[in-house]
């Protein structure tokens, strides 16, 4: 990664550059995502979300939603990550991830769960739910939902729907 970028935490003043970063890469489809469905109306930023900034720019960002898991809280929801067309390649999503899985244990957070390929995202820990344990609203193939456990059994603390925490339990 080119020293010259740094990441940090996303704050109230990054919303308006993260979601443009997030129009430019994924265009208007990217509503439809599992987990702008699982924000919607819950507030927007949680204590676990990254960005990274160059000259002053953000080129990526990393967004983490504190969720409850069939009414179970505990844990977390990653995604999007999105990163510059310009920039991939230079290891930022891999230090997102890594620093906020980090960040979520820290917390005492005990799974983390995505919509994404195993293939990328097993080398962070992550394996695929059995189908109808772990449920989002909205249509989401269900061999594409994937956890990491953060202490050592936690996914079988956890069965049900996804929602978001409300806003002032530090969701987003």
């Given at each position: 990664?080119?020293s010259?970028?740094?990441?940090?935490?996303?704050?109230?003043?990054?919303?308006?550059?993260?979601?443009?970063l997030?129009?430019?890469v994924?265009?208007?489809?990217?509503?439809a995502?599992?987990a702008?469905?699982v924000r919607?109306?819950?507030?927007?930023?949680?204590?676990?979300?990254?960005?990274a900034?160059?000259a002053?720019?953000l080129?990526?960002?990393?967004?983490?939603?504190?969720?409850?898991?069939?009414?179970t809280?505990?844990a977390?929801?990653?995604g999007?990550?999105v990163?510059?067309p310009?920039?991939r390649?230079?290891?930022?999503g891999?230090r997102?991830?890594?620093?906020?899985?980090?960040a979520?244990?820290?917390a005492n957070a005990?799974?983390?769960v995505?919509?994404?390929?195993?293939?990328?995202?097993?080398?962070?820990?992550?394996?695929?739910?059995?189908?109808?344990?772990?449920?989002?609203?909205?249509?989401?193939?269900?061999?594409?939902?994937?956890?990491?456990?953060?202490?050592?059994?936690?996914?079988?603390?956890?069965?049900?729907?996804?929602?978001?925490?409300?806003?002032?339990?530090g969701?987003g």
């Amino acid at each position: 990664m080119p020293s010259t970028i740094t990441v940090r935490k996303a704050t109230a003043e990054d919303l308006a550059a993260i979601s443009e970063l997030n129009a430019r890469v994924f265009g208007p489809g990217r509503f439809a995502r599992s987990a702008y469905r699982v924000r919607e109306g819950k507030g927007h930023l949680s204590r676990f979300c990254l960005v990274a900034e160059g000259a002053k720019q953000l080129v990526a960002s990393l967004r983490m939603t504190e969720i409850t898991i069939g009414g179970t809280s505990g844990a977390a929801l990653l995604g999007p990550i999105v990163v510059e067309p310009e920039h991939r390649g230079e290891g930022l999503g891999t230090r997102m991830v890594h620093e906020a899985l980090a960040a979520c244990k820290s917390a005492n957070a005990r799974l983390v769960v995505l919509v994404g390929d195993e293939p990328y995202y097993g080398r962070f820990g992550f394996h695929p739910v059995a189908p109808g344990r772990i449920v989002f609203p909205g249509p989401v193939n269900p061999s594409r939902i994937l956890a990491a456990e953060l202490e050592t059994g936690a996914l079988g603390q956890f069965q049900g729907v996804v929602a978001a925490l409300p806003v002032g339990n530090g969701s987003g």
